[in-house]
Each structure stands twice: as structure tokens, then as C-alpha cells.
């Protein structure tokens, strides 16, 4: 058997320090996303832990702040938690990536930003 860690950190890709859901039962829950050459996630946010791994292509997250992550095929990263962000798809291939909410019960992974509010 061969183990590579892919990721181990403390804190997620905006510096903020991981925590988990304190409230509520955890769900756990498993996403493969693909996005085409130019597609974009739409400006939203996460109330809860989510991390990522790249399996192909790349994608540019833009923060509101103006900061941005570029996410590589063979990488893992630690999503940004209550911070508004776009994902965009730079490249000139499909992004595949697999995505691990470690989420709450009833409670939605994902908010998108309302038209004019970061």
C-alpha cells in the first residue's frame, strides 16, 4: 500500500483557522464538479468546512477582497469558510474536482451572494 497526504493544515486557503460545526449533527457529503473552459461558480459562500482536490484542469478562485488562488490538477486545498468568492475555470480545459462538505444536517453548504453585496 502507498499513502501520499495530500493535505494537512490547520488553517483553510483564506488563513482562516478550520473549525467544525458545533451544532446540529455533522453531514458529511461528497461532490464531483465539472466545470467547462469560462464557467464560474457565481459569487457565493460557505457556513461550513468544505476542501477540495483537483483532478484535472485548474480553477481561480476570486476573493471579494480582491485576493485570488489558483488550484491546480494534483492539489488539495481548504475552501474559504463565510467569506463571499467566484470560482472560475481559466483554462482552456474542463476543471474536474472532488469536493468534501464537511457540512450539518438541514443546514445549505452553500449561500449565494445577493445582487450588489459582498
Known sequence: MKVKTLLKTGTNSGRQKI???????????VLLI???PGERTG???HPVPLFGYVLSGSLTIELA???KRIHRAGRAAAEVVNLFHNGVNKG???CKLVVFVAGEKGVPFL???KAGKN
Not at 19 to 29: D, F, I, K, Q, S
Request: charge should be positive.
Open 19 to 29: 473549525e467544525y460545526p458545533r451544532n446540529g449533527l455533522a453531514e458529511l457529503t
Open 34 to 36: 465539472e466545470m467547462a
Open 43 to 45: 459569487w457565493h459562500k
Open 65 to 67: 477582497d480582491g485576493r
Open 92 to 94: 482552456k480545459e474542463p
Open 111 to 113: 449561500i449565494k451572494r
